[in-house]
């Protein structure tokens, strides 16, 4: 691709200040109410942007966990489980106010920490996790109207593991609901991400909230095996990738432990012929390049009706072309860095593989700063359903074109997957997005939209993308007993 | 007059709407409850277990894309041909649970109306379980129930009968097809039930039953990735917890087994739908 002339309308830089947060050099546990050491070696936390390190945070371990689930188990018995169900919705109604109040320094430190672009953090994160807090007050007084049998009664203490792509909104997804229930709660947020959760610790103390109803307890991969094992929590709540799921299973199995799951995906993001070609190729950035692709239900691998896939990709092309890779707190910019070089040295290994295997690479003229971890946005052509990039999830900024000639065609394509999470349809015939809808085999459809979310709508997959929905009022049975 | 001697039933498997004997031609003697004989039994293998979830495979389009209305008439026709042999069920449940003939016959009359039951239950369930989701924005969206796809059931091992048509009952009605493992050592009923299921308009590979041992076919089942959920409610003692971790391979659902088998007159509620079903959420723009 050839370099566009430098164009007289270049924006300026616009960096949202980040004078708004105040970042400690070193944070602990919140156990009980107070934040507390860490048993582990404590670990640093990174701006991918820039690699600078932000704060260093205690890792839990089995000790330390087994002291958050104790400070748990006792607010369940002795504050949050016998209080009236209206005051523990007016807490939560206190937290999504809260949140609200400090929208732009969630925001700011989302960014920082994650990498995500401010407009992201600020118009979607950070909203929709108050949103989660508004909604889920309203229903913790209302269990009896949710449809899940007489009297519903929550579990207990519940465990639960959150990933890195949205910190503060995984959080909200899980928290809220969790608390609305009767439950409380010892959570561990990812390695990398830690620092909004710590943040949310703070507005837990700030809402009164009673101590030992939220643990944070920071680490990486052995905290939250701690937090799943612990014999005394009732339910694990995890969102992350398939493979740890898997293992989560089998760690619970032969348990009283209840089990959510919201595992990987590879979503189909179908274009039949009929559909508005401008709309859809902004639907099919929005679906695999917001948050740099870090997204579960990203729509990874797109298929396009063969008769307008010339077209298709050469408007993806041009729109890609105009996106803005940089400094995740500019206002302008599109796509932030990769959360870690972890997970970047995984993205090029799969995009290596996706060459290797034959599929053609293509990636605008698109400059990568020096320092932090970044990757263009990047689209393979001629992909085969064998491939690795049509079937392994990339969870980066990569996105794999295939066709299809009949709808059937596409919708064998679209299921032809072990995930189940999310797709997408593109047509302007009613009929045609109602009857692939019908088919498609996964627990979100998009038809002539992606990648929208709301606290009322349940979200969660089919097949090895998990089990349980998280939001909407089948959500909250993830938090109570088995309604009869 | 010398009494009439009676023509005994050959005791098969029931696979995609046959009747075959297993693969592996083995069988296995069942008595009744005081230890005579009633019958050589098909003792079902791994390859018939195989089958069974081709077969299951095969019918879930159809029978999961069936009209709700349709799939309701078809599982109450079940109960409607069940009636017709009840002294056939009695017999069976009689002997194999060593029951009286009246406590056999409420047995029979039970599992008949549960089918009825699960049979009203087809179109209620996207109302009662979905509905439209007020989303902040100019959306429709909406989340309805759907089947989670391929079941394997590991029917209780005491209630030959009712016990087995109230774990197969919901997984059909909720629209998934089902590889079950009866009783082992009360097969006879499931046998006479797979006869009601071929002669009740239940297409076949919907339901198939495999007469036979739990212990033994239920790892391959749990571990089988074509497999999406197991109902655990009759696996052997001491071995569930080795069933879930073989489930979690394929990220299955899994029905635990509750401590003792349940009393089986009990109102089921929804407690053995919810489990086999998925929500699926659609989102559309509103717009001029």
Same mark, same amino acid.
């Given at each position: ?136 007050? !309203? ?79 920071? !680490?990486?991969?052995?905290? !939250? ?260 | ?37 009633? =019958? ?54 009689? =002997? ?193």
């Amino acid at each position: 691709m050839t370099t566009a002339p430098p164009s007289p309308f270049e924006y300026a830089p616009a960096p949202e200040s980040r004078s708004i947060v105040d970042i400690a050099p070193s944070y602990g546990l919140f156990v009980d109410g107070e934040f507390v050491d860490g048993s582990g070696t404590p670990f640093t936390t990174v701006d991918p942007a820039t690699e600078e390190v932000l704060s260093e945070v205690a890792a839990g371990t089995a000790e330390d966990v087994d002291r958050a689930v104790k400070a748990a188990r006792r607010a369940f018995t002795r504050t949050w489980g016998p209080m009236r169900p209206a005051d523990r919705g007016k807490y939560l109604f206190r937290i999504a106010r809260l949140l609200q109040e400090r929208a732009r320094e969630f925001a700011v430190l989302e960014s920082l920490d994650n990498g995500k672009p401010i407009r992201e953090s600020r118009d979607v994160d950070v909203p929709l996790a108050a949103a989660h807090f508004f909604y889920h007050a !309203g229903w913790a007084d209302k269990l009896d109207w949710a449809g899940l049998g007489p009297g519903p009664r929550p579990l207990g203490v519940a465990g639960q593991v959150i990933p890195w792509n949205f910190p503060l909104l995984m959080l909200a997804w899980k928290v809220a609901p969790a608390l609305a229930t009767g439950n409380t709660v010892v959570l561990k947020p990812a390695e990398t991400t830690p620092l909004t959760a710590l943040l949310f610790a703070e507005v837990c103390r700030q809402a009164d909230l009673p101590p030992g109803v939220v643990n944070i307890v920071t !680490g990486a991969g052995d905290t !939250g095996r701690a937090v799943v094992e612990h014999e005394d929590v009732d339910k694990v709540a995890f969102t992350g990738s398939t493979e740890v799921g898997k293992s989560i299973a089998r760690a619970v199995a032969g348990t009283r432990k209840k089990l959510t799951l919201e595992l990987g995906g590879k979503a189909a993001n179908i274009v039949f012929d009929d559909a508005p070609i401008d709309q859809a190729v902004e639907g099919i950035v929005l679906g695999i390049f917001s948050n740099q692709g870090h997204v579960c239900c990203a729509g990874s691998r797109l298929l396009v009706q063969e008769d307008v896939h010339d077209e298709v990709v050469a408007s993806l092309q041009r729109r890609i072309g105009t996106l803005r890779l940089g400094d995740p707190l500019d206002k302008n910019t599109d796509i932030g860095a990769i959360n870690s070089h972890l997970q970047l040295a995984r993205i090029r290994e799969l995009v290596d593989i996706g060459e290797a295997e034959g599929a053609q690479r293509w990636q605008p003229a698109c400059e990568l700063p020096e320092r932090g971890f970044w990757f263009p946005p990047t689209v393979f052509t001629d992909v085969s359903p064998a491939h690795r990039i049509a079937r392994d999830e990339v969870f980066g900024p990569v996105l794999s074109v295939l066709t299809f000639r009949t709808p059937d065609e596409a919708v064998a394509k679209a299921n032809n997957t072990t995930y189940g999470l999310s797709a997408g349809i593109w047509s302007e015939k009613g009929s045609r997005i109602l009857a692939i809808a019908d088919r498609l085999r996964a627990g979100v459809v998009w038809a002539n939209t992606f990648n929208r979310f709301d606290p009322t709508s349940p979200f969660g997959g089919y097949k090895q993308s998990g089990y349980g929905r998280e939001g909407g009022r089948v959500g909250l049975a993830a938090y109570l007993k088995e309604a009869r | 007059m010398s009494e009439r001697l009676s023509v005994r039933k050959t005791y098969k498997l029931y696979v995609n709407g046959a009747f075959p004997r297993s693969e592996s031609g083995r069988t296995y003697e069942v008595t009744d409850a005081r230890g005579s004989f009633l =019958a050589n039994v098909a003792r079902a293998s791994r390859k018939d277990a195989r089958d069974a979830v081709v077969a299951a495979r095969a019918a879930f389009p159809k029978w999961s894309g069936a009209t709700a209305y349709n799939r309701g008439q078809v599982l109450y026709r079940v109960a409607e041909v069940m009636e017709g042999r009840s002294a056939q069920f009695c017999e069976e449940v009689a =002997a194999l649970e060593g029951l009286s003939t009246s406590k056999a016959r409420a047995a029979v009359d039970a599992a008949v109306d549960r089918w009825v039951w699960y049979a009203g239950w087809t179109d209620k369930l996207a109302a009662v379980l979905g509905g439209v989701n007020p989303v902040a924005g100019p959306y429709v969206d909406f989340s309805l129930p759907e089947p989670t796809g391929v079941v394997a059931v590991l029917a209780p091992q005491r209630s030959s009968l009712l016990g087995l048509v109230s774990v197969l009952a919901p997984v059909l009605a909720g629209g998934n097809t089902a590889v079950v493992v009866t009783s082992r050592n009360r097969p006879l009923p499931a046998v006479t039930l797979g006869e009601v299921l071929a002669t009740s308009d239940v297409p076949g590979g919907v339901a198939n039953l495999l007469t036979g041992d739990a212990g033994e076919i239920g790892p391959w089942l749990a571990e089988h990735d074509d497999v999406d959920a197991v109902d655990l409610t009759g696996a052997p003692a001491g071995q569930a917890m080795e069933l879930e971790r073989l489930a979690a391979g394929s990220v299955k659902r899994v029905l635990r087994p509750p401590a003792e088998e349940p009393d089986w007159t009990a109102d089921p509620g929804l407690s053995r739908l919810t489990p086999f079903l998925e929500t699926k959420t659609v989102w559309h723009p509103i717009g001029l």
